[in-house]
């Protein structure tokens, strides 16, 4: 990863840890911060290029009814999802990565009920923002954050008037923020996975690079 922005397979590697108990304790150069890692979320840290990645996971079978409770009350208020203990967790483990890693370059990763904290923790201080098929509602989005979602996929159908507003309201925000991937299955359950992200050309990166270039490189899909 140079530069801040990520490939696909990397993406999918971070998510995937963020839903393990017992996650991978290295993802290419990444060490886990077993400390500042919990349930919901996972800090990998690169000493080396002095880099953080922080990854949040989206609902979860074991968990599934506590997160399913999260859920209604974003979908109900989205001031009272900032009080939930699910959101109180990931904001207690950003901010104490920042405190304990504070010349480092931070990345935010999130995947469907993350998307929410991803948007509502992104700000100049990360490098980038990137969330898959993030259940957003009202959210504004930011120049330095990026959404990849699938046609098919129900959670995050409402990022697309989003994308439009934000294309003409804010300059630095253009289309490449937002990464569409063709539905392939027609199952919205299959559609939601992460595993949507093999579609992606491997080659591409996504995110802001040296100099915080936008970067959106190769094609979008596999040859």
């Keep these: 990863m140079k530069g801040g922005s990520l490939k696909p397979q990397e993406i999918k590697d971070f998510l995937q840890a963020s839903y393990q108990e017992k996650a991978p304790m290295n993802i290419d150069g990444y060490v886990l911060d077993e400390k500042l890692s919990n349930l919901y979320g996972k800090v990998y840290v690169n000493e ?5 990645v922080l990854s949040f996971r989206g609902t979860g079978m074991e968990n599934l009814g506590t997160d399913w409770i999260n859920n209604l009350i974003f979908a109900v208020s989205d001031p009272a999802y ?9 904001l207690k483990m950003y901010k104490d990565a920042m405190k304990k890693y504070k010349d480092y370059q931070f990345e935010l990763l ?14 100049n201080k990360v490098r980038n923002c990137i969330s898959l098929n993030p259940a957003y509602k009202n959210a504004s989005l930011k120049d330095n954050e990026y959404i990849i979602r699938s046609k098919g996929d129900v959670v995050s159908k ?22 569409t991937i063709d539905d392939k299955t ?6 939601h996975k992460v595993d949507i992200l093999d579609r992606l050309n491997p ?3 996504i995110g802001r690079g040296l100099g915080n270039q936008i970067m959106i490189m190769k094609t979008k899909y596999k040859a």
């Design 48 to 52: 080396d290029s002095k880099k953080v």
């Design 82 to 90: 900032k009080l939930t203990p699910r959101y109180r967790t990931a």
């Design 110 to 123: 999130g995947h469907s009920q993350s998307g929410i904290i991803v948007n509502n923790l992104c700000n």
């Design 158 to 179: 409402l990022t697309e008037p989003k994308k439009l507003i934000n294309s003409v309201f804010y300059p630095k925000w253009s289309k490449k923020h937002m990464i």
């Design 186 to 191: 027609g199952n919205p359950i299959t559609e």
């Design 203 to 205: 080659n591409m990166v």
